[in-house]
Nanobody, 121 residues
Framework: QVQLGESGGGLVQAGGSLRLACAAS????????MAWYRQAPGKQRELVAT???????NYADSVKGRFTISRDNAKNTVYLQMNSLKPEDTAVYYC???????????????WGQGTLVTVSS
């Protein structure tokens, strides 16, 4: 009974910005890792950025310096601020969360439904 709610996708011109958000809710004791993936048509799904509970981050080379991942642990929410967007950033962006459940404790991986980001020009 864990759900991820994603938002923030849309259409933007090259050079513009978007902010994605992903909130985890339900039977959660602790969120361990939150991450963003993306998949463009005809391409493999790739890891964009990750952040652990302790704040350790990792970025794909293609987005370093332009994207920033952050999280609010109290709200179990992860954000992806995307600046200086390029047409090649066009993809469906997926939230991915590794967590520990509160009841009948176990490890769980949950994927969001995805949100489409389209960068024109």
């Amino acid at each position: 009974q864990v759900q991820l709610g994603e938002s923030g996708g849309g259409l933007v011109q090259a050079g513009g910005s978007l902010r994605l958000a992903c909130a985890a809710s339900g039977n959660i004791f602790r969120v361990n890792v939150m991450a963003w993936y993306r998949q463009a048509p005809g391409k493999q799904r790739e890891l964009v950025a990750t952040m652990t509970t302790g704040g350790s981050t990792n970025y794909a080379d293609s987005v370093k310096g332009r994207f920033t991942i952050s999280r609010d642990n109290a709200k179990n929410t992860v954000y992806l601020q995307m600046n200086s967007l390029k047409p090649e950033d066009t993809a469906v962006y997926y939230c991915n969360v590794h967590l520990t459940t509160a009841i009948q404790i176990r490890s769980l991986e949950v994927w969001g439904q995805g949100t489409l980001v389209t960068v024109s020009s």
